[in-house]
C-alpha cells in the first residue's frame, strides 16, 4: 500500500486581527493537522464595540459566514469579543463561531471576567475595550499581545490563550458528532471520537 492522501482543509477566518489568526491556526493545527487557515477581512455587522452576548453571537456568526463563503472554504470561523451587563456587573464575554461547508453551523463561548468599573462604563458607551488597553499600557497593538484579559489577570491567561479555549468549544460538534447526535441509552460506537479513525468530520476535510 502506498502513503496514506492527506486531504487539504480549507479554513478562512473572518479577522486580520494577529491573535485571532494565530488561535485559528494553533487549534485547527491541532485538531486538523492538514489544515490551511486563511485570513479574510469581514464587517462584522455589528457595533465596534458589541454590547451583550446576543450582539456579539450575531457579529461571530457573520463573520463566520461571511468568511467561509468569500474563500470557498470548508470552515469558516467567527471571533467576537463583547461585553455583557448583567445584575453582577458587566464581564467580558468572547463567542466564536464555527460555519461548515455543508450547512452546519455552531457556537462556543470563552470564560468570563467582570471588568473594573471605570473600564465597564468606557465599554457600555461603546469605547473599545481593545483601544482602551492600548492606551492604558502605551503600547499599540497590546491588546493584541496581552488583551484585557491578561492585563486583568496580570498575565495568568492571555489574548490568544483565550481565544483559542473558545474556538476549541465552537468545534466540539465537529470533534465528536455523534456523542451530540446520539439519544438516551445509545451505545457507544468507537471511542471518544464517536467512529473508529477519527470524528465526523475528519473523514471528510476538503469535501
Known amino acids: 500500500m502506498g502513503p496514506a492522501v492527506v486531504i487539504e482543509m480549507r479554513v478562512a477566518i473572518g479577522s486580520t486581527s494577529e491573535s485571532k489568526v494565530r488561535a485559528t491556526r494553533a487549534v485547527f493545527g491541532r ?12 464587517d462584522s455587522g455589528v457595533s465596534d464595540q458589541p454590547i ?14 461571511v468568511a ?11 471571533i467576537e469579543g463583547g ?22 453551523e455552531s457556537l ?11 473600564l465597564a462604563a468606557r ?3 461603546g469605547e473599545e475595550v481593545g483601544a482602551i488597553v492600548d492606551a492604558l499600557l502605551g503600547r499599540e497593538n497590546a491588546h493584541e499581545a496581552l488583551g484585557a484579559i491578561g492585563m486583568l489577570t496580570a ?16 468545534l466540539a460538534p465537529f470533534l465528536v458528532g455523534p456523542l451530540y447526535e446520539r439519544g438516551p441509552g445509545a451505545e457507544s ?13 475528519k473523514g471528510s476535510a476538503g469535501t
Open 155 to 170: 498575565g495568568l491567561v492571555d489574548r490568544q490563550s483565550a481565544l483559542e479555549q473558545a474556538l476549541a468549544a465552537a
Open 123 to 125: 465599554a457600555m458607551a
Open 83 to 104: 461585553v455583557h451587563p448583567d445584575a453582577r456587573g458587566v464581564w467580558m464575554c468572547v463567542w466564536v463561531a464555527v460555519a461548515h461547508r455543508d450547512g452546519r
Open 189 to 201: 460506537s468507537g471511542g471518544p471520537h464517536g467512529q473508529e479513525g477519527g470524528g465526523s468530520v
Open 68 to 78: 467561509r463563503q468569500s474563500a470557498n472554504a470548508d470552515f469558516g470561523v467567527g
Open 52 to 65: 451583550g452576548d446576543e450582539e456579539t453571537i450575531r457579529g461571530a456568526e457573520r463573520r463566520a459566514r
Open 31 to 42: 485538531a486538523f493537522p492538514a489544515a490551511h487557515v486563511e485570513a479574510v477581512a469581514v
Open 108 to 118: 462556543g463561548g470563552g470564560l468570563r471576567l467582570r471588568v473594573p468599573p471605570w
